[in-house]
């Protein structure tokens, strides 16, 4: 029996206020099952868990059911989920920012799966990019609402008037609509029996299932049930954030914020990356960086740069909700096992972007390969890992382009050309934005890293951008000289 | 305008593709409806109106041909445009994602097998 310090808990085993205090109780480890036995296999009436019912769990839920359905197998999905998505404050949000990138709304309405409007509290239509050297529109050229922005909740916990579906709770709602059940608690507990996992959810006695799918996403400290499994499993690491959300009301957000979601590249040590998205009556504001702490929000929300673009009348510390999840950086390397899959962030996930939309394809890529191809390690090595691997090495690439990010972020110069070249061609209608589709699928997440890269090395983006830096360059070097012969 | 806030909004009557245009997209409905019309010598034949949360435009996708059918808003219509860009890096990863078209075509290859057998049965 083992039996750790509930995280959460100081020393002296007092609880703290977070969220997620629980208790974790592994018992005795029976025996593993075979790998890659043939038997592996779902077959009708095969009894399957997904613990979590985030994005990853209720997407991996419908696509199982909807795929069992059409080769007619006949499953018995549990969705084991302690948060209630109809109750707004901590208790039924996944914490993020809430932008539905270009590809899944995409990809997403070709699945049969539109989002509504009242799931969608905005359309964004645009970018707006803020560096200290000024800012840039950078628009979608279709002039279309391409991209959702959504809540994971129904609202924070002062929410005035609940008009909104959270975004999870519309998964969800899909997923129990293919034939899941929802179990309403936190699972506490996982062994084997019989070569099958067996799972328990805090107060209930333990289930078998022939298959799990672990979608806990990583902010829960229930994760390390499946560490000292045997699995070889251990948790991506991760870096903290900051989420806050400030209540400005629709009309005004029309009014100053619009259909743009506001990007920051400003160079304040400690700060990778900031945006502000809006959304209904709401606006979040997310921070990505080393060591968050308060005196690095209160530096970012005091730019000229933020007030610039928030009403006048707002006040920095007149937030409605604040928390600080945890965002993975580098995933799994082996997300899988004998009848148990990690799915969305607690495998693999797409770096700083589009989390939801990696949820989508790891989750589905799960699924896929549990109907068709089984549920061994030897089955999601063949049909699961390359969906995985696919993203993982796109990271890599992705670890490049934010170096180049930074660098921008740094120096003022090539702020000032990537603001020049950006301008231009916003201004310039039917011409390739060379630089404008490289910052949009950066911030939206909608192309691959690779994709990004490659176009960063066309000769006619690289010549662009030398002409731009060089007369960022030459009007500042003028300058120097001329006030230096002034003195 | 009720529906989806994704997507471009068409007023009545306005087209959305044209027939004989060369295309890189097909569409989802996210609200509202959409006339499919063929054109012939100058002469209209409404083949059907499509409903929200439909698929048009598929075709494009998977010829190299131009459109076969003008697509025009019918009322107040928002559409979503799926680029093929998009569509078939995903389908290269993930090629179940095409079973929802397949579908989609199936019921149309039924329906215009349906329609046949009608205009025979008139002559
Ligand atoms: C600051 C920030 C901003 C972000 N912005 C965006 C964005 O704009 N767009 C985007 O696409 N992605 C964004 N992401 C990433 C996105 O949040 C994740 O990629 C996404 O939520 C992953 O989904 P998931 O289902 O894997 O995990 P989660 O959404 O974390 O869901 C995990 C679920 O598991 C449940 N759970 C946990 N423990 C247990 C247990 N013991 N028993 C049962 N259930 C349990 C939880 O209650 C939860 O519902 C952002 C992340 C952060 C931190």
Known sequence: MWNPRPVGTDTKGNMSSTDWVETLDLGEIA??????????TLVDGSRVAVIGGGPAGSIFSYFLLEMATRVGLELNVDIIEPRDFERPAPIGCNMCGGIISESLVQNLATEGINLPGKVVQRGIDSYMLHMDVGSVRIATPLQEMRIGAVTRGPG??????????????????????????????????????????????????????????????????????????????????????????????????????????HVFLLD????????????????????????????????????????????????????????MPRIAVQGVKKPFADRVVFIGDCGVTRLYKDGIGAAYRTSKAAARTAVFEGISEEAFRQGYLPACRTIANDNLIGKVTFLATRVIQKTRFARRAVLRMTKKEQQKEGHRRRMSSVLWDMFSGSAPYKDIFLRTLHPAFLGGLSWSLLTSVIPASKKKKTEGAKK | ?????????????????????????????????????????????LLRVAQAGELLGEMAIFEKQPRSATLRALGEAKVLTIDKKNFMRRINEDPTIAFRILETMSHRVRELSNEIVRLKAEK
């Open chain 1, 31 to 40: 025996e593993m099952p075979a790998a890659g036995s043939d038997a592996l």
């Open chain 2, 1 to 45: 305008m009720s529906g989806g806030a994704l997507g471009k909004v068409y007023q009545d009557g306005e087209i959305i593709v044209r027939q004989g245009d060369h295309g890189e997209s097909m569409f989802v409905i996210q609200a509202g409806q959409v006339e499919v019309v063929a054109e012939r010598e100058g002469e209209e034949t």
């Open chain 1, 156 to 261: 924070p916990r002062d929410v005035k008037e609940m008009k909104w579906e959270s975004f999870d709770h519309h998964l969800l709602k899909r997923s129990i609509e293919a034939g899941a059940k929802v179990v309403q608690g936190r699972v506490d507990h996982v062994d084997w029996t019989d070569g099958r996992p067996q799972v328990r959810t805090k107060g209930n006695l333990p289930e078998t299932y022939d298959l799990v799918a672990v979608a806990m996403g990583v902010n829960s400290p229930g994760l390390k049930l499946f560490e000292t499994l045997g699995l070889g499993y251990e948790r991506p690491s991760s870096t903290k954030t900051l989420i806050r959300e400030y209540y400005l009301g629709e009309e005004v957000i029309n009014r100053t914020l619009g259909s743009s979601m």
């Open chain 1, 268 to 323: 304040i040590p400690r700060l990778e990356f900031a945006a502000i998205i809006p959304k209904g009556d709401y606006v979040s504001m997310c921070l990505l960086g080393e060591d968050i702490d308060n005196a690095l929000v209160e530096e970012f929300v005091n730019t000229p740069e933020v007030q610039g673009c928030m009403p006048p009348e707002w006040k920095a510390d007149a937030r409605s909700c604040q928390c």
